[in-house]
Structures are given as C-alpha cells and as structure tokens.
C-alpha cells in the first residue's frame, strides 16, 4: 500500500501545483478518489486538517451538478475520519451544494427540527412517498420534543410547501395536516 500513498500524494500535488490548468472534471475526481481513500488507509495516508478541510471545501463547492452523488459521497467518507472546523460555513457549503443527506444526519443528530424538514423538501432527488413519510417522522419527533404540538416554524414550513405536497398526494396532504398542522397555516398567513 506504500504505492497508494504515493499516488494520493502524486495526485494532491498535481491539484495543488496545476490547479489552473487542470479541468475542472479533473480536479473534482481528485478530490473524490483522495476523500474516499483517505479513510479506507489510515495506516497510508496521513493528510493535515486544513488539508482535509480544503478538501472539503472543494468536494462542497464544486457546482458540477453531475458529480453531486459522488462528490457527497466522498464528504460521507471524509467525514467519517475528520471533523472540521468552523462547521457553521460547512454547513452553509453543504447546504449549497445540496448535501442533503449528509445534513440531515446532522440536523437530526442535533434535534434541529426546522432544518431536517426543509432538506426533505427541497431534495429534489427523493420520491414523494419518501418525503411524505419522513415529513411525518420529522414532524412526529418535533410533536414529541415540544409538549405535543407541532412547533410554529414547522407549521409555517408546510403550510409554505402545501403546492409540492398536493402535486404529489392530495389526500396524503389532507392526512398530513389534518394530524399536525389542523388549523396551523391560518396562524402563519
């Protein structure tokens, strides 16, 4: 494995020295093969945290839509081993970069309500049988963490996503709010 910490260290060089005129293409998959191995060899690879945090940063910034799955996955990996700093502009980044699912284990770590329902509907990538089902779950555990009623801010969330809900299920809909936001979006208008 002394040849893969060669080439991981070949390939951050040509990243760091080339930047310019690497293609972008090349530089995202880069990153993603380093981010993924990274954590797979420890014992080989040793990369400093602010290495490991402009890795992510770059895995999180690149706006080629195509890559998104891959570069999120690779954050995934990173992650596992790296713990970054300034998680506040991380966050922000992942956000962007629409990292959904990363985001949501974090908010869901964290009990942030708010934040985990509005990834379920702004991810474009998920059915709505899905997203029905874990705006529920969502809703249910904030019903929970607040004396048994839904809290204000998520009532005006769904209330705010009542056209992607109806264009998906109407009575799903109807169920949805009937059993957590019954006379909610009259509250937030």
Same mark, same amino acid.
């Given at each position: 494995?002394?040849?893969?910490? !060669? ?5 951050? $060089? ?49 706006? $080629? ?23 506040? !502009? ?15 284990? %974090?908010?869901?770590? $964290?009990?942030? %309500? ?76």
């Amino acid at each position: 494995e002394i040849s893969r910490r !060669m080439i991981v260290k070949i390939l951050m $060089d040509i990243a760091a020295t080339c930047n310019t005129s690497l293609r972008p293409a090349d530089s995202t998959f880069i990153n993603i093969f380093v981010a993924r191995n990274v954590p797979k060899y420890p014992q080989y690879i040793h990369i400093g945290p602010s290495s490991l945090q402009n890795l992510l940063v770059s895995l999180a910034s690149d706006t $080629d839509d195509s890559t998104r799955e891959d570069r999120q996955l690779a954050a995934e990996f990173l992650l596992s081993v790296y713990t970054p700093h300034d998680s506040e !502009m991380i966050v922000q980044l992942f956000e962007g970069a629409r990292f959904y699912r990363i985001l949501r284990s %974090w908010y869901r770590h $964290d009990s942030q %309500w708010r934040s985990l329902l509005l990834t379920y509907i702004h991810d474009s990538d998920l059915d709505g049988v899905t997203v029905f089902q874990n705006v529920e779950e969502t809703l249910q555990k904030a019903l929970r963490a607040n004396a048994g009623s839904v809290p204000d801010d998520l009532v005006k969330i769904l209330s705010q996503s009542i056209p992607l809900f109806i264009e998906t299920n109407i009575p799903r809909t109807a169920r949805l709010f009937d059993k957590f936001a019954p006379r909610g979006y009259q509250q937030t208008q």
